[in-house]
């Protein structure tokens, strides 16, 4: 074994809160690392959310390029450069590294490439990437090692070597037929993009519907967009088995309600769910706990167990979503100050990034059932939304979810252009603890889909008498 370095804080894994966490550690004067393995930033800038969203928009230019006709433009024989799709992207993401190359230096924080495995309390080894060894401890620890796609347990899956959404981004071509295990927000999101490269598209969902998650009247509107845009979609299907080889042909063999079936497609795309990276790694050489899942075990603090240990992120059983690592690293920073920031009352939103976005925060109506929480429910298509006149984007509803006994906002969910930004001055809303009445009666810019809240939030059913 290699000489032991000790630091002040050694963190495993560069993902979003990790690595915020060590910049601001490094400037505070600490003698900090980070250990990676394969990518500077993170998953997110390097395939995940950033690349993603790059080749998403990518799609949307193609899809808005053949529709042009209909707003005016004229334009002649329409072909996509695959190669150009994807070089864009690595520009991009070699944007990003450099940015985070710059911060890490500016912070006095040092990133150590390679791969670290846990060999007692606070202690780990890493290999580096360039070849030897190192050996670090430190008085704290911090792991954010992030999660990988699964790869359900299918005859025939593995040896056909799918695509997950890291390799789906590194296409230089559009598939003849792409194959989407899983109905999910990423399936669904590279499956518009890829319908929208050219290729057909199968979607296939063990559930009955899409986004089983969600509310049904969501799910089926996503079926409606994703039908209308000529993606076939196979919903309560049980994948049975696979042959052949992503990118040379696969034949995949479904259980279905009308019985077995057979889909022939060039390639496969597996989006089934997410497993943490924490085998491997020696956690338990450093006694660190994991949950029935496999998730670090943590507290409402994002302490483990074990004194002087932290997790951040999707490994820490955190909402798998880029903007709550950013929340955990704030949780973190403050708790290593002494501070008592916890989990428990954080207001979540997402955003699937399909063409038009769903995006959601607080409650929806089917959890409210779940719980038994009497509500009142408004709703309104976007045809409701004047904005949509001059643009043509009809697609999707807005819908708000108000307490029963008073005027709390308690959720909202939209379907529907630039559905992200509208959502965030819901979610403003509620952390403000506003009654519904004071955003509807807001004075609103016209002509914005921001708008369509007055609408919406007018239809809210009035209070029982008493």
Known sequence: MSQVEHLDTLILGSGQ??????????HSGQRVAVVERQWVGGSCPAV???????????????????????????????AIDMSKVRDRKIDMIEREVALHLKAYAASGAELIMGSGRFIGPKTMEVQ????????????????NVGTHAAIPDVPGLRDAQPLTHIGALELDYAPAHLVVLGGGYIGIEMAQAYRRFGSRVTVIEHNERLMSREDADVSDEVLRILNAEGIDVILSAETVKVAGRSGTGVSIVLRTASGEQVIEGSDILVSAGRVPNTAGIGLEAAGIELDERGYIRVNERLQAATPGVWAIGEAAGSPHFTHVSVDDFRIVRDNMAGGNRTTSDRLIPYTMFSDPPLAHVGLSESEAHRKNIAIRVAKVPMTNVLRTFATDETQGFMKAIIGADDDRILGFTMIGAEAGEVMTTVQTAMLAGMPYQTLRDAVISHLTYAEGLGAVLSNVPALPAK
């Not at 809160?17 to 490094?26: I, N, Q």
Request: proline content about 4%; aromatic content about 8%.
């Open 17 to 26: 809160g990790g690595k915020r966490l060590a910049w601001h550690l490094g």
């Open 128 to 143: 580096l990437n360039d070849g030897g060894t190192r050996t670090l401890s430190a008085d704290q620890v911090v792991v």
């Open 48 to 78: 995940a959310c950033l690349p993603s969203k790059n080749e998403i928009w990518s799609a949307r230019i193609a899809y808005l390029t053949r529709h042009a006709a209909g707003f005016g433009t004229i334009t002649g024989p329409l």
